[in-house]
């Protein structure tokens, strides 16, 4: 019995520690605001803090100024990097309405 526990004990660790990395991670809590608290708080941010959150949420997003000027792009304003991470976080809300603050974002992404 007792190494049964161990058995359960080891599997179930790293996945708490995992768990607990996430929850001290500045871009999981973002994850976990939405409305008018996610929009002061992306406000505050920096638009280099934005884009990595970008970068870190899609890999396979051209959020990098390096790529948008590889590729010929214009590259985000901060105004646009902060719509753009408060869109992907409340898509996922269902009671979203589409707002931002007072600006109807949705289907409107950058």
Avoid at 46 to 53: A, D, G, I, S
Avoid at 58 to 84: H, M, S, W
């Amino acid at each position: 019995m007792e190494s049964f526990i161990k058995q359960i004990i080891g599997y179930q660790l790293p996945k708490i520690a995992a768990m607990e990395s996430q929850r001290k991670d500045w871009r999981y809590r973002l994850l976990d605001l939405k409305d008018k608290t996610l929009f002061d708080t992306l406000s505050l941010m920096k638009r280099q803090e934005l884009l990595q959150w970008l970068q870190w949420n899609d890999c396979n997003g051209v959020y990098a100024d390096y790529d948008c000027v590889r590729i010929g792009i214009p590259l985000f304003t901060k105004e646009q990097a902060l719509a753009t991470v408060y869109h992907h976080i409340m898509r996922d809300h269902e009671s979203w309405d589409g707002y931002m603050d007072k600006e109807y974002i949705r289907g409107s992404i950058f």
